[in-house]
């Protein structure tokens, strides 16, 4: 008898860590780690969940047409171009599964969003990792980095871990590069946060090419991670691929109500984006005032490089926060650096206040 056998590109895959939830010997640790908006959902969406809950004996609507009216409305976008997805995530997955496989290359940036490699991974495809330019992608490194077998290009703007982002003019000069063979994905996980006058999340550019989609998400300033709940805009061609692949139920009953009621509270998301501009520069200046070193961030997160040595390092501060009951997240790839999510007012003080005692002193 011989076992079944994966393919042999996914039996090495190491899986997904996400972050950490919990610190042995603290009852109820607050959790900065997963850059979750401390603000909170729309009470209009609380409202549209719980009312859903004497339908969940059904399916939900399966190509969620309320909900892309809705987001079509809000946004001044074409319905038709909208996916849905349970999570962005799964768009991303789907767009890597579509349109790339063995022999194929996806390109994306060296320090940048998970889902790309382990996806590219997932499907025996080539990841190719470009590094960093000022924390943000790289356009001439990626340029140089395509080859005939290039597939798709992500870009997560602003990126995730770092928080930094690329002007529109970069994209622009991206896009007009690419190959028209090449998808560019641009994730824009954190378009709500940002504040930069230069940024655009990338609409218009997907309605004037065949070949550029643009994700987005309710998990982050919409603050409904645990519904899971993402959506793509996109060229009708990979639209309709997307739709040939996806489950055919993939938004869960209760999320579609409870994200249309999100997204048509304009004032609430106003809200929620005001308290993360005012806490991300807060919390960016006093870091920085620590002799931190405050990565400038687009995001309701922010990366922060500490020193190198072994007293004051991001090893021995992640110890320090985590005992005194604050998880941040710690990253493989940039073992100097912590991401620490903006979280309620209390806590941003709360972490602010335990680092400048880590950084002042021998710390217990
Ligand atoms: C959080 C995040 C996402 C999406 O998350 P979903 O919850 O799956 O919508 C996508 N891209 C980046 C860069 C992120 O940080």
Redo the contacts with the bound molecule.
């Keep these: 008898m011989t076992a079944p056998k994966a393919h042999s590109w996914i039996a090495g895959m190491a899986p997904y860590v996400p972050g950490k939830a919990k610190v042995e010997g603290v009852a109820h640790p607050v959790k900065l780690s997963s ?1 979750e908006c401390a603000f909170g959902p729309s009470p209009a969406a609380l409202e549209a969940f719980a009312q859903s809950a004497e339908q969940i004996l059904r399916y939900p609507e399966a190509d969620s047409a309320a909900l892309r009216s809705a987001i079509a409305g809000v946004h001044g976008l074409d319905e038709e171009r909208i996916i849905c997805g349970a ?3 799964d768009i991303l997955t789907l767009l890597i599964h579509s349109y790339a496989g063995p022999g194929d290359e996806v390109i994306y940036s060296q320090y940048g ?1 998970m889902v790309y490699p382990v996806q590219t991974t997932a499907v025996g495809a080539t990841g190719i990792a470009v590094p960093n330019k000022n924390w943000a992608a790289d356009v001439d490194g990626i340029l140089a980095a395509v080859t005939s077998s290039t597939k798709l290009v992500f870009i ?1 703007n602003p990126n ?1 871990p770092t928080g930094a982002y690329l002007p529109w003019p970069e994209i622009e000069r991206l896009h007009a590069g690419l190959p028209e063979s090449v998808v560019l994905v641009l ?1 824009a ?1 954190y378009a709500e946060c940002v504040t930069a006058a230069d940024y655009s999340a990338g609409a218009e550019l997907v309605e004037r090419a065949d070949n550029v989609m643009m994700t987005r ?1 309710f ?2 300033m919409y603050a409904l ?1 645990g519904l ?1 709940v ?1 959506w793509a805009y996109g060229p009708p061609a990979i639209i309709d691929i997307l739709n040939r692949v996806r489950m055919p139920f993939n938004v869960c009953l209760p999320g579609q109500p409870a994200a249309i009621a999100a997204v048509e509270d304009t004032g609430h998301l106003a809200q929620s984006v005001a308290f993360n501009r005012e806490w991300r520069a807060a919390m960016t200046a006093a870091l920085d005032a620590m002799g931190l070193d405050a990565v400038d961030s687009q995001t309701n997160f922010i990366l922060v490089g500490f020193p190198k040595d072994s007293a004051h390092d991001a090893s021995a501060a992640n110890k320090f926060l985590a005992k005194n009951g604050y998880i941040v997240r710690a990253l493989p790839s940039l073992p100097h650096h912590l991401r620490i999510s903006v979280g309620k007012a209390e806590q941003n003080q709360a972490v602010l206040t335990l680092l400048a005692e880590f950084m002042n002193g021998s710390p217990q």
């Design positions: 850059n999570g962005s995530d969003f997560d995730n994730d996980a998400t998990s982050k991670a899971r993402g």
